[in-house]
């Protein structure tokens, strides 16, 4: 499989929204292993979102592309304290399991160090998602034991489908060598 890895651009906003709905939400996200379908319905993005963080000065989105399409994508946010803050891991449904999530987040670790100066990198996953929990702790992010509350009300990220959802917390320190 080849592909590029490389910060998103607006022109790229139209497709990166249609890949990350494709890959959490709806029927097409039950082609792959770490959808959010039976946790939440409506959207996951929304264009409005995506061309904020390509444009914001502290975020970036990293995008996989072949030589057809946008198969992948991650976002990085700067945090305080030389933290940075990994979010929107996606592969088209198709693509799972081939080894392109894990170069996603090499990529955005890499990222983190040489763009925000990060140290250490965080990111919060469904509490329910013990799959995902489990494949990212194979990659070093640990649970911190924090857990954050889901933003109930706010449509924009997804209408849940059940009461009891939270987010907790995995990091991972960051090492200066390559990841």
């Keep these: 499989m080849t592909y590029a890895i490389r910060a998103a651009t607006v022109d790229d906003v139209p497709e990166l929204h249609a890949l990350i709905e494709s890959a959490y939400r709806g029927a097409s996200a039950r082609g792959g292993w770490t959808h959010e379908a039976d946790l939440l319905d409506g959207q996951r993005s929304d264009v409005a979102m995506l061309t904020g963080a ?105 209408v849940p489908r059940r009461d009891d959802l939270a987010f907790v917390v995995l990091e991972k320190p960051l090492s200066q060598s390559a990841v």
Aim: with cysteine.
């Design 54 to 158: 390509i444009t914001a000065p502290d975020r970036v989105i990293l995008v996989a592309a072949d030589d057809s399409a946008l198969i992948g994508c991650c976002e990085l946010a700067r945090l305080t304290g030389g933290g940075a803050y990994l979010g929107l891991l996606t592969v088209a449904p198709a693509r799972q399991g081939d080894g392109l999530g894990k170069a996603l987040m090499q990529a955005a670790e890499r990222e983190a160090r040489s763009r925000f100066a990060a140290t250490r990198i965080e990111m919060t996953v469904i509490r329910q998602r013990d799959a995902l929990i489990t494949y990212y702790a194979r990659r070093g992010y640990l649970p911190t034991g924090e857990v954050r509350p889901f933003p109930y009300g706010d449509t924009r990220f997804g």
